[in-house]
């Protein structure tokens, strides 16, 4: 079995869908359904059970996901060591929002590539909500993430900063907003809600601390699409400050002035403890570490 092979398996059991991985992996769907076959008739069994509908790992696709994951582990840290000089070369992989991007990777990024030229830094980026869960499926080495209150196991952090988590309404549509007795009657105004992630549980939270039953207009999955579907007059939003700031839509909206306010996010470097022994990996932990102390604290 090649490396990529298993990578790929391994991506596959993180999406559970054909097209996105071949897309994201830069392989057909057809050389991708075929590396499958190939890595099924060595292990002797199913690795996923397939239909029109969905795919899901079988019992022997979740123990050889774990083989996977360790070998590739292996693999990558073999490598590493395997140089015989003290230039570090390899690949780097980190997921973040492209908020992350534009405000908190820039200064790290070029340290890091003058100090590393030989190393590729790839990166991924999407809904912030999923940081965690490309991380805790060894989809990347590094994400930017959004402390959860309860730390998961395993994992280690590097407080980056805290952005406030705010209430926006759309600016040039006042009458989205419904008012019963002076005060905002939430179960008839429309509220857009993250689909799933740490702005969603704390959301819910505030809403319950409350006894407000809202009115829940749309779930929408990434930041961005909270604030045009507000701008546009959809409903109240929530997305952090950070994000709001960065946005090409900031114009479009208003902050709402809500007490209590919601729990601020702590921004965060995520990497596992495991992922750490990676010398690739530890040079670029302490490069955040540096880059936290003298500008994020």
Request: hydrophobic share 40%.
């Amino acid at each position: 079995m090649k490396i990529r092979e298993l990578e790929l398996f391994r991506h596959l059991a993180s999406t559970l869908h054909f097209g996105r991985t071949s897309q994201e992996c830069n392989i057909t769907p057809s050389g991708l359904t075929r590396t499958i076959q190939r890595l099924e008739n060595d292990v002797g069994e199913p690795l996923f059970f397939r239909n029109n509908r969905s795919v899901h790992l079988t019992p022997a696709g979740m123990l050889f996901k774990e083989y996977c994951d360790e070998s590739i582990s292996n693999w990558h840290l073999f490598h590493s060591h395997l140089q015989s000089d003290t230039v570090l070369r390899g690949e780097l992989s980190l997921y973040c929002s492209v908020t992350a991007i534009l405000s908190i990777l820039p200064q790290i990024f070029k340290r890091f590539r003058r100090t590393h030229p030989q190393v590729m830094l790839h990166v991924q980026t999407g809904d912030a909500a999923k940081a965690l869960h490309k991380l805790q499926s060894q989809e990347v080495d590094i994400s930017i993430a959004a402390l959860p209150d309860y730390q998961p196991e395993g994992l280690d952090f590097i407080e980056l900063l805290e952005t406030p988590l705010l209430f926006i309404f759309p600016r040039f549509f006042p009458e989205t907003i419904v008012y019963r007795r002076g005060a905002i009657h939430w179960p008839r105004t429309p509220i857009i809600l993250p689909a799933d992630g740490l702005s969603r549980t704390r959301a819910e939270k505030w809403f319950a601390d409350k006894g407000i039953r809202p009115y829940i207009y749309s779930q929408v999955s990434g930041n961005e699409a909270i604030i045009a579907m507000v701008g546009m007059g959809c409903g109240i939003g929530i997305v952090p400050r950070l994000v709001l700031e960065k946005s090409s839509l900031v114009n479009e909206v208003d902050i709402l002035d809500i007490n209590p306010q919601l729990k601020p996010f702590t921004v965060a470097a995520c990497t596992s403890l495991k992922n750490k022994r990676n010398p690739l990996v530890q040079s670029f932990w302490n490069m955040v570490q540096t880059e936290a102390t003298a500008t994020f604290v």
